[in-house]
């Protein structure tokens, strides 16, 4: 177990001294080696690439959210100065094919075609309705503006709830209704746990609320970009993608260029949070026109487009209900969601959602389950993955839910919390919503959460405080979390029809001179995979971290892979490389013996070197076996001339990282600010290849969090415009805005996989966003404030502060009894000081 | 995104400026750090026909003192001014509404007289010149003029600049007597723009507030002047009670707008608490 504290303005030195550091790389805090090229920018972005005669594409948007096309006028942007050709949906109809869905959640799953441009209608702010194909981008983006597009409005519907109602304006005409699924999951249906009616019935308390995700936008900092390459019947794509494996086989299938005639690279990409885990309409656009023009050509965003038509993330209204007993043992738990699609399912739309299902109990032993979703159209740009993807949702409703149970039956949050988790010796445990948590110690994680962030004298300060009617005042929130990762094991997701698989290859080649390549099916986008590959390989084949590369991100290299998403990579696809290497050595011990002329039982291997057991001096190191294998002068008989290995590795089960999350905010009464004092975590992700990393990973999950709670949303006039268009009013904090985070590790091996990781890439993203909205109320449960719709922004909090209960930002209230003499007071609040102070 | 296509012209005197802008054609733009008209010609707000470039205009940048007056040229980027000794020693509010304004990159490129000619009614430096009373100096066809702070800022984004002219300094009047300042910024993360702004400049005599300015940033198309406030301060004790009941007028003859991060009567509300913690801090409490 470990804690670091970070100290601002001095940088922690994580390296440890040459002498001192251990020997083997996994545990070592290795500076990533990608880190210098990534930084300076000189590496191969998409953006970077320029190839000869490559033509630039910019692409014409829709103004309108809802509206047929009655015809486009491309003749004046055709002879526009530098202008090679345009192309509308209808010059494209026939060859664009459509867009993939590879998920369907429900038998009778609604999918309405997706077309890459608009060909009749367009159904959001942003669709594609034109591209422009010229010598330089500047000339491209000159000619967007003489494209006359003539559109005949029609009515949009934007709020999910409206969507459903009767006699709603439909986002697909032709279809019956904006409903796109209904997924049911009922732990008494299914025999995996108690009957949910029943439960409910005869329940001693339940708590009602309805929580809103608020809808956000990935924001990675790499806009997308595509570049194609045609070369007879033959394209190389790069592209700005965390997926390139399955861009390639969906490419594949929607263009009909047959799969073996078509090369995918990812290059260096600079983050996706998801955002980029989607086959764009660009890409196919990119290619259409490619083929088209037999000229290379470039497409990338502006930041403005990015924001509005690549996909959003979250969007999804919470009905959650709680039912206890008096002394606040769980007995059930029910969800109720609805989740806005947008105006169309990209190709993990509905599975968002799904992610979810079985999360909505948490931590936590709970009998009766149940989980209910609708997918629903709107017009809006089409929501998908985004960091955690259906698990912070699930995480929001349960730890926020825990903390009004608590209110209501006047307990102890924490308190309420551990009498309801699941204990270190109960693991592995079977939850009722049919899931087998692996491991974990909620206890110790807390323990040390508690003690990392100085939690006595935060409750002392947040005392004095309230008796000295401070208008700042201090709020303490939990997140005592855990989620599922490690994407994905292939017959679950064959259960849940998932088009894919879950597996991860990884193949592993001794070059001649010992140097080592590995070759892996992740595509990293900033997590750092080419150091902790190498640290891993290094281990399992006991060569110098140096000596190794790893190579990705372009399916001719990598010829197998299912990419990086879900914090998979190292769970999935470092296990395939462990199991890579594990061949390896078992090729070179049969060379070895050959050479050493001994038997390969009495070889033994440590630190790359295969010795003869109980004979000094008659030794042989890996790396020389791999120019023996290049020579193979001497070579045993019968075997192929070749150490290198392939491995894929496909877990049995989902990994289950979890910990607890603490967090201290100072709210600001008067104007309603909240400012994070303190951001403790104590994470269990298992095994840890390189604690900087993994402290990087929390570190930028925690901020993501905490954005989700106070800053960021993006919001859609009645027209259906982004008017969070720019960074300007779609708000993104920065280090400036954050506190030094503390955090903490403990460590128990994930018993699925060999590398014995549970996956750190979505953990703080998924555990940060309740403590924090947790801790605001908890500063301001005393002035009658109940709720505070995300983001809590300053203006929020002022009006809940002012009016009680949830500020008037909530549609539908929930059960509003708070337990005690909160319930009358909720109504009566009217400047904070003349409430502070008061009994709590 | 791109801009439209500009003609550009980088003259290096004020004589050549006003030239340049006289035959520049009919839409023609003055360029200073760029960090307000870059955005809304690559977004195709705006689209002129000529760019003309101040960065070469080496009389326009610099800080210098005069006998009633410290003197700002309209080209002094905010770094400068936050590094300038003359302004740390006579208005340092200047610099400490300065320190918020965007984020380091920006303050390396962007001017204090760009930023006063953008007039933008969330931008932090209006209401700090309208505080310090101070005077605009421009130059034109027709010559040069000056114009008091309480005129320059005339509508939302609109300034007493007439066409063909040029904002070259701004002159900050000396402060006799003891003066303490402070500029109180509201916003929701670090690099923002204000959602409201108090600036306060206060005398105090021998424990009384003896005057009083307050520029409200963010409250109105244009920056404004509490004077209800300012009334209500004069001659007060410098108590938190009494401070707190002037604050309390700070919203009177205001017009907010309503936006993504306010509404209007949450901004009046904001503009009452920042100017009783403006005015205390400027009052020493
Ligand atoms: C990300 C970002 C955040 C920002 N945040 C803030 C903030 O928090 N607070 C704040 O106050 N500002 C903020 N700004 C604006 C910044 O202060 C700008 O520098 C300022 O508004 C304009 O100054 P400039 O020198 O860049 O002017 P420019 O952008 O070059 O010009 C602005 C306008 O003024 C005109 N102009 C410029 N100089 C003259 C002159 N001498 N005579 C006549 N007309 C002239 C131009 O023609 C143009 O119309 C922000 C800007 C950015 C990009």
Redesign the pocket.
């Known amino acids: 177990m470990t804690v670091t504290e970070d100290r601002p303005g001095d940088l922690p030195e994580r390296t440890l001294p040459e002498d001192t550091a251990p020997a083997k790389e996994v545990g070592r805090p290795r500076r990533r080696k990608e880190d210098a090229r990534l930084i300076t920018g000189r590496t191969t972005w998409t953006d970077n690439m320029v190839l000869p005669g490559m033509l630039h594409l910019a692409i014409l948007r829709s103004p309108m959210a809802h509206a047929r096309i009655r015809s486009i006028d491309t003749g004046a942007a055709r002879e526009a100065p530098g202008v090679v050709a345009v192309f509308t949906g209808r010059d494209l109809a026939d060859e664009q094919g459509g867009l993939f869905t590879v998920w369907t959640v429900t038998p009778d799953m609604v999918r309405p075609d997706h077309p890459s441009i608009a060909v009749d209608q367009v159904k959001h702010v942003g669709e594609a309705v034109a591209i422009i194909a010229a010598r330089s981008r500047a000339a491209a983006q000159d000619a967007l503006e003489l494209v006359d597009v003539d559109y005949e409005p029609l009515p949009v519907v934007l709020d999910m709830e409206q969507a459903l109602a009767e006699g709603a304006p439909l986002t697909h005409d032709h279809l019956r209704s904006n409903e796109s699924f209904h997924f049911v999951f009922d732990s008494g249906q299914a025999g995996t746990g108690a009957n949910v009616e029943e439960t409910f019935a005869n329940a001693e308390v339940v708590v009602s609320r309805r929580f809103v995700q608020q809808r956000l936008i990935p924001a990675f900092m790499e806009p997308r970009a595509v570049v194609v390459q045609p070369q007879g019947d033959t394209f190389t794509l790069w592209s700005s993608t965390q997926v390139p494996h399955i861009v390639r086989t969906v490419l594949a299938l929607t263009t009909g260029i047959p799969e073996h005639k078509l090369r995918v690279i990812a290059p260096d990409v600079g983050g996706g949070f998801g955002g980029k885990l989607q086959v764009i309409p660009e890409e196919v656009l990119c290619l259409l026109v490619a083929r088209r023009l037999g000229k290379p050509v470039k497409w990338n965003e502006t930041r403005s487009e990015s924001l509005m038509s690549g996909h959003h993330g979250r969007d999804q209204i919470q009905y959650i209900d709680v039912a206890a007993d008096r002394e606040g043992n769980l007995t059930g738990i029910r969800a109720r969601l609805l989740n806005d699609m947008g105006a169309y399912l990209r190709l993990v739309s509905p599975g968002i959602p799904i992610f979810g299902a079985f999360m909505f109990g948490g931590a936590y032993k709970v009998p009766a389950y149940r989980f209910d979703c609708t997918g629903v159209f709107t017009n809006k740009t089409p929501t998908d993955a985004y960091r955690g993807a259906g698990r912070p949702e699930a995480t929001f409703a349960v730890e926020r839910i825990m903390d009004e149970l608590a209110v209501e039956l006047g307990m102890d949050p924490l308190e309420l919390r551990r009498r309801n988790w699941i204990k270190t010796d109960e693991f592995p445990y079977t939850t009722s919503a049919g899931l087998e948590f692996d491991s974990g110690d909620y206890d110790t994680a807390t323990d040390m959460a508690l003690e990392l962030v100085g939690y006595d004298e935060l409750r002392a300060e947040q005392q004095r405080r309230r008796e000295a009617r401070d208008p700042v005042q201090l709020g303490i929130g939990f997140s005592t979390f855990t989620e599922m990762c490690g994407l994905a094991p292939s017959r679950v997701l064959g259960t849940l029809n998932y088009a894919g698989g879950g597996w991860e290859s990884a193949s592993i080649r001794m070059l001649p001179t010992g140097k080592v390549e590995v070759v892996t099916g992740t595509s990293p986008h900033g997590q750092g995979h080419e150091t902790a590959w190498s640290q891993l390989a290094a281990d399992r084949l006991g060569v110098p971290f140096e000596d190794v590369e790893v190579l990705h991100g372009d399916t001719a290299i990598s010829a197998r892979g299912l990419d990086t998403y879900g914090s998979r990579s190292l769970v999935v696809g470092g296990a395939a490389v462990v199991n890579a290497a594990e061949k390896v050595v078992a090729k070179a011990r049969k060379v070895a013996a050959h050479l050493l002329e001994a038997n390969e039982d009495d070889l033994e291997f440590s630190n790359g070197k295969f010795a003869v057991r109980g004979t000094p001096g008659s030794e042989l190191s890996i790396q020389e076996i791999a120019f023996a294998t290049f020579s193979s002068h001497n070579w045993p008989e019968g075997m192929e001339s070749s150490i290198d290995a392939d491995a894929t590795f496909d877990p049995v089960n989902f990994s289950y990282p979890h910990g607890t999350h603490i967090c201290a905010v100072e709210v600001d009464t008067e104007t309603g600010g909240v400012t994070i004092r303190r951001y403790g975590s104590i994470d269990d992700v298992g095994v840890i290849v390189n604690p900087t990393i993994v402290e990087g990973q929390i570190h930028g999950g925690v901020a993501q969090g905490i954005s989700q709670a106070l800053y960021e949303e993006a919001v859609y006039d009645e027209a259906g415009n982004l008017t969070t268009g720019t960074?300007?009013d779609y708000l993104l904090p920065s280090a400036a805005d954050l506190p030094a985070f503390l955090t903490g590790n403990t460590v128990h091996a994930a018993p699925g996989n060999p590398v014995g990781a549970k996956g750190v890439g979505e953990a703080g993203c998924i555990a940060s966003t309740p403590a924090v909205v947790n801790a605001v109320l908890d500063a301001l449960r005393p002035l009658g404030v109940s709720d505070i719709r995300m983001p809590m922004t300053p203006e929020r909090v002022w009006r809940a502060i002012q009016e009680g209960g949830d500020g008037g930002d909530r549609a539908t209230a929930g059960s509003n009894a708070y337990g005690g003499a909160q319930t009358e007071t909720t109504a009566g609040v009217s400047t904070p000081e003349s409430s502070l102070g008061g009994d709590r | 995104m791109i801009p439209a296509p500009f003609d550009y012209a980088r003259p290096t005197t004020v004589a050549e400026v006003l030239q340049a802008v006289a035959s520049g054609g009919e839409d023609v733009?003055?360029?200073?750090?760029?960090?307000?008209?870059?955005?809304v010609m690559r977004l195709r707000l705006?689209a002129p026909e000529t760019v003309v470039d101040?960065g070469g205009v080496a009389e326009?940048r610099g800080v210098r003192e005069e006998e009633d007056a410290i003197v700002i040229g309209?080209?002094t980027?905010?770094s400068d001014v936050l590094s300038d000794p003359l302004i740390a020693a006579n208005a340092p509010l200047i610099a400490e509404?300065t320190a918020?304004?965007?984020?380091r990159q920006?303050?390396h490129?962007?001017?204090?007289?760009?930023?006063l000619?953008?007039?933008?009614p969330?931008?932090?430096?209006?209401a700090v010149a309208l505080a310090l009373d101070a005077e605009f100096v421009?130059v034109g066809p027709g010559g040069r003029r000056t114009v008091a702070a309480g005129d320059f800022f005339v509508d939302y984004l609109t300034t007493a600049?007439q066409e063909g002219?040029?904002?070259?300094e701004v002159r900050i009047p000396t402060l006799a007597g003891r003066w303490g300042m402070h500029y109180e910024?509201f916003?929701r993360v670090a690099?923002?723009?204000?959602i409201v702004a108090v600036a306060a400049a206060v005398r105090t005599e021998n424990g009384h507030i003896a005057e009083a300015r307050i520029g409200l940033t963010n409250m109105g198309p244009t920056p404004l002047r509490a004077a209800a406030v300012e009334a209500a301060l004069a001659g007060v004790d410098a108590t938190d009670e009494a401070i707190a009941s002037a604050a309390a007028h700070a919203a009177e003859g205001t017009s907010p707008s309503s936006d993504l991060n306010a509404q209007a009567d949450y901004r009046r509300h904001l503009a009452q608490v920042l100017t009783r913690r403006a005015v205390r801090a400027a009052a020493g409490l």
């Open positions: 960074f300007v | 733009k003055i360029l200073a750090g760029g960090q307000s008209l870059i955005p705006a101040l326009l309209a080209m980027t905010h509404a918020t304004v965007a984020d920006v303050r490129l962007g001017t204090f007289g760009g930023a000619a953008h007039a933008d969330a931008g932090d430096l209006p421009l600049l002219e040029l904002l070259v910024k916003n690099q923002a723009w204000s």
